[in-house]
């Protein structure tokens, strides 16, 4: 994948660059963490950080930095990663971050606060663009990478903040024909995610129906899509919203198979209502 030479993709090793550092625990008794003060007193940065990688990459967001973020975990698929962030930038980047520093939460006095369930790449996909940082950003995403953003923009309800930068970066449309059109092989599950996780609502509606449209039950009464030629099961994780019928509209709901099919099964599985 190429990026421009001016910029840092996540993916990339960011060893060289003056805002990444590597940390030893074994070597290094200092706290790096907090308001970029030195922590002068003795530190048990295992037990601190609440993490087992030894090697923890640390890369400084702002370097005036208040609040560091540690995100993933050394068994996790995209590893660990310490990110140094403004407080006020990550709280009004997303709804949930917000509450989550308000006084009502023990994070809120907290200086460093962990997310080891999340991809350490989408994070910093999603950080660089709370701060602005487009320079910083890759020219291109790949399916899986936009899937790792997605899942984190339904987590933490990023979809206005993720729009704009989506549209910047044409990140969508290279995934179309000519920039223009979806191809008709394109993973729908995959996309529909996606294109409701940037905000996309054209995209996502048209995809949104032609996946509702080729939904088939197996013989196991679970809800498939056809990928590949092959018969896929509907994704367990899909998002709430996008399962929720549309608000606001007046369309009526028929059978599937036919126009306006509606597709209400247990609340463990898919809701998609075509629109006409």
């Known amino acids: 994948m190429t990026t421009p030479s001016s910029a840092v993709s996540p993916r990339d090793s960011l060893q060289d660059t003056s805002d990444v550092q590597s940390i030893q ?131 933490y309800d990023l979809e206005r903040l993720l729009h704009a930068a989506a549209e910047l970066k044409n990140w969508i449309q290279q995934h179309k024909d000519g920039g223009t059109s979806w191809p008709s092989d394109i993973d729908l599950q995959d996309f529909t995610m996606i294109t409701a996780a940037f905000g996309l609502t054209t995209d996502y509606e048209y995809l949104v129906n032609k996946l509702a449209m080729e939904i088939s039950v197996d013989k196991d009464k679970r809800y498939c899509v056809a990928h590949d030629d092959k018969l896929v099961h509907v994704r367990a994780d899909f998002p709430a919203r996008i399962q929720g019928e549309y608000t606001g509209r007046d369309q009526s709901k028929k059978k599937i198979g036919q126009p306006g099919a509606h597709v209400d099964v247990e609340s463990s599985t898919l809701h998609v209502f075509i629109l006409i």
């Not at 369930?117 to 660089?128: K, N, P, T, W």
């Open 25 to 155: 625990t074994d070597n290094n008794d200092e706290s790096i963490f907090g308001s970029g003060q030195i922590d002068d007193g003795p530190s048990d940065l295992q037990s601190k950080r609440k993490i087992t990688d030894p090697n923890l990459e640390v890369i400084t967001i702002d370097k005036y930095y208040d609040l560091t973020l540690i995100v993933g975990s050394p068994e996790h698929a995209g590893g660990q990663k310490a990110y140094q962030v403004n407080k006020g930038v990550f709280r009004h980047a997303s709804k949930a971050w917000n509450a989550m520093m308000s006084g009502n939460w023990a994070e809120s006095d907290m200086s460093e606060i962990t997310f080891p369930e999340d991809s350490a790449y989408a994070f910093h996909i999603v950080l660089r663009i709370a701060h602005w940082q487009l320079q910083e950003l890759p020219v291109t995403l790949s399916q899986q990478e936009l899937v790792q953003i997605a899942v984190l923009s339904d987590k």
